[in-house]
């Protein structure tokens, strides 16, 4: 038997080093430990229309006794589209049964992303959603939406438009990592006294991979205005509902100001229920406390 335990791990290593060389920068590791991974998946290289996001798990059966667990991540996908791309990904699992499948996987999502770019689909309409909602409705395959970073930044580039000046970047506290469930979280905090600075720290955050792969980065600053005495906030949910404002308040309890904090969090497919929102708020306190 530990043979072939010893065999599966020798076959998912070799399959993610193929992978890592033939997707470059689209390839992007969550957790070496946990086996998560993620991968960017568009309809081409230049202006993509379509882009979607594959999470991956790889059980310790993999690829002999076990399918990965996957989620699909893109803010489009959704209803009949979901349920078909889900069903053509188990077909190639169910034909392929005991080989290294990933591959095939993201080449069957590509081809599904270059047809809806070929047909007249409008483009996809970005509406953002929560992945989890309190009540565990039992789906195994999560729909999950993908973080939308750009119309984030649209609305901070709006905000800070009027003051051009380039404020340089405060430095970038990293906290240590909570995982619960194969769901990890993870905070990082900067000093601010700006929304220019903001834009700046956020616009820094999701240039690493690892963090613009998160299914959620959730975010909360308040700054003092020392002339007005009174203080600009602000919280952005990124789809996990409720979760700016309870970042905001936990920030007002402990009368921090001048700081952003951010909370990224990659879902492992397994509901957390309200434990996710107690794992946002001990990342976010453990940072600040530090």
Not at 115 to 132: G, L, R
Not at 177 to 204: C, G, M, N, W, Y
Request: hydrophobic residues 35%.
């Amino acid at each position: 038997m530990a043979a072939s335990d010893t065999e599966r791990a020798q076959q998912q290593i070799d399959e993610i080093e193929a992978l890592s060389s033939i997707y470059g920068d689209d390839w992007c590791v969550v957790d070496e430990d946990e086996k998560i991974y993620c991968i960017k998946i568009s309809d081409c290289l230049d202006q993509p229309k379509w882009t979607l996001c594959l999470q991956v798990i790889l059980p310790p059966g993999y690829p002999t006794a076990e399918p990965p667990i996957y989620q699909l991540n893109a803010p489009w996908l959704r209803g009949q589209d979901y349920t078909e791309l889900a069903n053509s990904l188990e077909e190639i699992y169910i034909q392929n049964l005991g080989e290294s499948i990933l591959y095939l996987w993201v080449e069957k999502i590509r081809e599904v992303l270059v047809e809806k770019a070929q047909c007249s689909d409008p483009e996809p309409d970005i509406k953002k959603t929560t992945e989890e909602v309190d009540e565990d409705d039992g789906d195994d395959f999560l729909l999950d939406y993908q973080p939308i970073q750009e119309d984030q930044l649209k609305m901070l580039n709006y905000m800070t438009s009027e003051s051009q000046e380039d404020e340089e970047l405060p430095p970038i506290h990293h906290g240590n990592p909570i995982t619960d469930r194969r769901s990890t979280f993870q905070a990082h905090l900067a000093p601010v006294v700006t929304t220019r600075q903001v834009k700046r720290v956020l616009e820094k955050l999701y240039e690493n991979k690892k963090i613009a792969s998160a299914t959620h980065n959730i975010y909360a600053y308040r700054i003092y205005c020392e002339d007005k005495q009174t203080f600009l906030q602000d919280c952005e949910d990124d789809g996990e509902t409720a979760a700016g404002g309870r970042l905001l308040h936990l920030m007002q309890i402990l009368n921090v100001h001048n700081v952003l904090v951010v909370v990224s969090r990659w879902y492992g497919g397994i509901l957390l229920g309200p434990d996710r929102f107690k794992h946002i708020n001990n990342c976010a306190r453990n940072v600040l406390v530090e």
